[in-house]
């Protein structure tokens, strides 16, 4: 029985049509598929930030940069760093951040990044070059606060070396020559009224441009961070029942100042 | 068959032992009191009629100058075990039966050194030169009779001992309740209890007393328990010529790491925490204690030497510490400040590398797959390689604890220290909700918190406001959040969050209200008010 079996498989040319279907239907892939396939080259990110990003993913080896506007000094810049960092970092990678000595290290626990795997280097000092250098050896994603600015011929340097090692370099503040560049627009907190309810969530407009596949535009509203900590896209319209107690709680207040 | 012992007993122990440690006088009057009873005093004391089970006052009637001093059993055993050690030194299998008290079996050291007369000599010259403590020994048959003719110092010849019990006190059994019964049967002397018959003595006393029948027979055959030496696992390199410079320094412990990895691996161990002593040939010590999340291996160790030595060669300044032996150099130095630089005068001749914190260690398993270690061991390296760069205290891991504000739920430790997180199972009332601010200030500013009529807001013992915030003004300089000192209007406010905080230290008393503002632009901040001041605490970034 066995041998009909094969003779029946050799007599025919290429796959048999089962195969085709459910290779159509995304069910069955080749095994050389898997060696150059985006999932090996690139690391996972939050369901919110996938529209922004090309691929719906951070490549390995890609720079990117996290910027808010000049006009809000604090408009979540590092609530984003947290939330670019989450899935990955969940994921098993090691991150390390360079250079930002006033994280709110809760904030990336609520966020979803493993503390675990973050490892902060606060002051770096003069040799900071260095320590990136060697943190992009080892390390999946290496994050960079420079104040100052940096010299292009520098940045060109570590992200060449971000390149070659295959890790995700993403910076707060400017970079020269960056592939996604992360600009926050615009940013409302809800929840806090006069006297009454607390911060709950943010509502952040996030733009991304960049280089190459990410020239287009890609704009993007975002809870960040969300009601549970972590980011969620804005357009699903989460009303917790927190959020009806905070408006009954408005509500009543504004009764009161009326009466 | 009981086992000829030969039993060290050490009259006094516990005073013995306050004079070894404390430093109290042993030749004064001097009572170690346990419950306000005298639990043991020395010769002087009872030479004024100080007895065992006085109370303090009765004893201090009897002899008004006595030196009183506290029960410590941890000082009694630890003060015993240089004795212990100078009788292993001697004769191999000692079982100490409790500090003070030692026995081993007579037999090695009486054929060794040619007889049980010889061999009692040589213990009891030994130990008082060695420790400079006087002993008595008994030799029996049995770890109970030798101890009584310890006491007495008397060796009882084989096959003696029951004659030599016979005639001692019912109490010398030290089982209270059962002496008590017996002198009120009648029986008097350890002779007259074991004359009874074996049976009726288990039928009526039950297991303990029918054992207690059988020592007062000479009949002890319980066999001794004899305590195994701890290994030794401090491994130590000699250099000669002494080693000049940091890397031949991390060369050769790297040389000594791998032997010290040997032996713990023979034992089956693993240390947690290792220390380093480095000496020089001037007679100075350098000791450090490295703590080590996970395991340490040749090229860690050796890197730890590296960090040690080079911060001691660059003459890193040092403050002077009293415990620890960090610094032995008298003619250091000293700064303006009252540091004293330590900085070694010669080469290191000799390094010891003591493991601490030793934890049974079967070898690290692999991930099935790989999956686990790979990245993580690059991930290892890459951080290893920083600090190499930058020094040991640059690169951090976050410890989330308990605590009220955000940030003292935070604790920093270096890459590479143990991560143990304190706190988190406890409720933590007054601690702010989620979501956390994403920028915590290390040092607080102060800002200005203003009603709408411009007057400072304070919030009285009910937590009430003195109005609703109107603005905020932070101050001018790199510290504030990129503004320039124009005050911000307040759109929202909550709280305020109060805390009351380690009242009963007077240092660390924290007494504070807590406020989310939401400023116009649309950014939050979070600000404690605390001595009559607003601190900027953390911004929601």
């Known amino acids: 029985?066995?041998?009909?079996?094969?003779?029946?498989?050799?007599?025919?040319?290429?796959?048999?049509?089962?195969?085709?279907?459910?290779?159509?239907?995304?069910?069955?892939?080749?095994?050389?598929?898997?060696?150059?396939?985006?999932?090996?080259?690139?690391?996972p990110v939050a369901p919110a930030l996938r529209p922004l990003l090309p691929g719906g993913c951070l490549r390995r080896g890609s720079t990117v940069t996290i910027n808010g506007p000049a006009s809000i000094p604090a408009s979540g810049a590092t609530s984003l760093l947290f939330a670019v960092l989450a899935e990955a970092s969940a994921a098993g990678s090691w991150c390390a951040v360079v250079g930002l000595s006033r994280l709110g290290l809760v904030a990336a626990a609520e966020a979803g990044v493993a503390i675990e795997r973050l490892a902060l280097v606060p002051h770096p000092g003069p040799d900071w070059v260095d320590a990136v250098g060697a943190l992009l050896d080892g390390l999946d994603i290496v994050a960079v606060g420079v104040p100052g600015g940096v010299a292009p011929r520098l940045a060109t340097r570590i992200t060449a070396r971000a390149r070659q090692r295959g890790a995700v370099l993403v910076v707060v503040g400017a970079w020269p020559g960056a592939d996604v560049t992360l600009q926050i627009t615009a940013a409302t907190w809800h929840g806090l009224g006069a006297g009454v309810g607390r911060l709950r969530r943010r509502e952040v407009e996030v733009v991304a441009s960049g280089?190459?596949?990410?020239?287009?535009?890609?704009?993007?509203?975002?809870?960040?961070?969300?009601?549970?900590?972590?980011?969620?896209?804005?357009?699903?319209?989460?009303?917790s029942i927190d959020d009806y107690r905070d408006r009954a709680q408005r509500a009543a207040a504004q009764q009161r100042r009326a009466s | 068959m009981a086992v000829r012992t030969l039993t060290l007993w050490c009259p006094d122990w516990?005073?013995?032992a306050a004079g070894l440690i404390d430093g109290v006088d042993p030749y004064a009057p001097v009572a170690v009191l346990y419950a306000n009873r005298v639990l043991a005093c020395s010769a002087a004391a009872r030479a004024e009629g100080v007895r065992r089970g006085l109370r303090k006052r009765e004893a201090q009637a009897r002899c008004?100058?006595?030196?009183?001093?506290?029960?410590?059993?941890?000082?009694?055993?630890?003060?015993?075990?240089?004795?212990?050690a100078a009788v292993e030194a001697l004769t191999p299998g000692v079982e100490v039966i409790r500090p003070g008290v030692c026995a081993v079996a007579a037999k090695g050291p009486a054929g060794y050194y040619g007889g049980e007369e010889q061999a009692a000599e040589r213990l009891v010259e030994h130990i008082a030169l060695h420790c400079g403590v006087v002993a008595q020994v008994g030799i029996a048959d049995g770890v109970f009779a030798a101890l009584l003719a310890a006491r007495r110092g008397r060796i009882v010849p084989p096959g003696a001992t029951a004659e030599f019990l016979a005639g001692m006190d019912i109490s010398t059994l030290d089982r209270p309740e059962l002496v008590e019964l017996l002198r009120r049967l009648g029986i008097r002397t350890l002779g007259d209890f074991a004359a009874l018959p074996a049976g009726d003595v288990l039928a009526r006393f039950g297991v303990d007393g029918a054992y207690a029948h059988r020592l007062a027979a000479g009949k002890d055959d319980r066999p001794l328990a004899v305590r195994s030496p701890p290994p030794d696992l401090v491994v130590t390199g000699e250099y000669d010529p002494p080693l000049e410079r940091v890397d031949m320094a991390a060369f050769a412990a790297r040389a000594l790491a791998d032997r010290l990895h040997e032996r713990l691996a023979a034992y089956g161990l693993a240390a947690t925490r290792l220390g380093i002593e480095a000496r020089t040939a001037a007679g100075e010590e350098l000791h450090r204690v490295w703590r080590h999340d996970g395991l340490l291996d040749a090229a860690t160790i050796a890197d730890r030497v590296r960090w040690q030595?080079?911060?001691?060669?660059?003459?890193?300044?040092?403050?002077?510490?009293?415990?620890?032996?960090?610094?032995?150099?008298?003619?250091?130095?000293?700064?303006?400040?009252?540091?004293?630089?330590?900085?070694?005068?010669?080469?290191?001749?000799?390094?010891?590398?003591?493991?601490d914190g030793l934890v049974r260690c079967s070898g690290m398993q692999p991930g099935l797959w790989g999956e686990l270690g790979e990245a993580d061991a690059r991930a290892h390296r890459a951080l290893h390689r920083v600090q190499g760069l930058l020094g040991p205290e640059s690169v951090y891991t976050a410890v989330l604890g308990g605590g009220r504000g955000y940030a003292e739920r935070v604790r920093l430790v270096p890459w590479g220290d143990e991560r143990r997180a304190e706190g988190n199972d406890r409720p933590w009332p007054g601690r702010i909700p989620a979501p956390a601010p994403a920028t915590v200030l290390t040092e607080p500013i102060p800002v200005m918190v203003c009603t709408a009529d411009g007057a400072f807001l304070h919030v009285d013992e009910r937590l009430t406001?003195?109005?609703?915030?109107?603005?905020?003004?932070?101050?001018?300089?790199?510290?504030?959040?990129?503004s320039s000192g124009a005050p911000l209007t307040v759109t929202g406010w909550?709280?305020?969050?109060?805390?009351?905080?380690?009242?009963?230290?007077?240092?660390?008393?924290?007494?504070?209200?807590?406020?989310?503002?939401?400023?116009?632009?649309?950014?939050?901040?979070?600000?404690?008010?605390?001595?009559?001041?607003?601190?900027?605490?953390?911004?929601?970034?």
């Not at chain 1, 049509?17 to 690139?42: I, K, M, Y």
């Not at chain 1, 890609?218 to 989460?238: C, I």
């Open chain 1, 1 to 43: 029985m066995t041998s009909s079996i094969v003779t029946r498989l050799d007599r025919r040319d290429g796959p048999p049509a089962s195969l085709e279907r459910l290779r159509a239907a995304g069910l069955v892939r080749r095994a050389s598929d898997r060696v150059d396939q985006a999932v090996e080259r690139s690391l």
């Open chain 1, 211 to 239: 280089r190459g596949a990410a020239t287009r535009l890609r704009r993007a509203r975002l809870w960040l961070p969300g009601p549970s900590g972590a980011p969620m896209p804005a357009e699903t319209n989460h009303i």
């Open chain 2, 14 to 16: 516990p005073v013995t």
């Open chain 2, 64 to 84: 008004p100058h006595l030196v009183v001093v506290e029960h410590d059993p941890d000082r009694d055993a630890r003060a015993f075990e240089p004795v212990v």
């Open chain 2, 309 to 355: 030595l080079d911060g001691w060669l660059t003459g890193s300044a040092t403050r002077l510490r009293a415990h620890g032996g960090v610094f032995s150099d008298p003619d250091a130095p000293t700064r303006s400040d009252g540091l004293v630089v330590a900085r070694p005068t010669a080469g290191i001749d000799r390094l010891r590398l003591i493991p």
């Open chain 2, 465 to 482: 406001l003195s109005g609703p915030p109107a603005t905020v003004r932070l101050p001018h300089g790199p510290g504030a959040e990129g």
């Open chain 2, 494 to 541: 909550a709280g305020p969050w109060p805390v009351d905080e380690r009242w009963w230290a007077p240092g660390e008393a924290n007494q504070s209200v807590r406020l989310q503002l939401g400023v116009a632009d649309g950014s939050a901040l979070l600000v404690a008010g605390r001595d009559g001041t607003w601190w900027l605490e953390a911004v929601y970034d």
